[in-house]
């Protein structure tokens, strides 16, 4: 069974930056699609970015420009740099696979943006 595990979140200013990180265990994370999600406060889970085996990436309108996915398949680890923050950012953020069925979600990890 795969995990996932987020990290990288924190507290940053409106302007400010993050990385994120996401490492899966086994070896099926080279395999697929993979996915940041993440969910505000009272609001369902939303897609904010996917990025292919081969690293081609997809972004949700609200955050093209100001984040990049990528991925280390050697390291089994897919990242989200996040620059221009906004406090509509702030949510916890979570990696899968978009493909169901998808694997036991992860804690994730709180991003908030906030002066």
């Known amino acids: 069974q795969v995990q996932l595990v987020e990290s990288g979140g924190g507290l940053v200013q409106p302007g400010g930056s993050l990385r994120l990180s996401c490492t899966a265990s086994?070896?099926?994370?080279?395999?697929?699609?993979m996915t940041w999600y993440r969910q505000a406060p009272g609001k369902q889970r939303e897609l904010v970015a996917s990025?292919?085996?081969?690293?081609?990436?997809n972004y949700a309108d609200s955050v093209k420009g100001r984040f990049s996915i990528s991925r280390d398949n050697a390291k089994n680890t897919m990242y989200l740099q996040m620059n221009s923050l906004k406090p509509e950012d702030t949510a916890v953020y979570y990696c899968?696979?978009?493909?169901?069925?998808?694997?036991?979600w992860g804690q994730g990890t709180q991003v908030t943006v906030s002066s």
């Open positions: 990025i292919t085996p081969g690293g081609s990436p």
């Open positions: 086994g070896n099926l994370f080279r395999v697929f699609t």
């Open positions: 899968n696979r978009p493909l169901a069925p998808t694997w036991p």
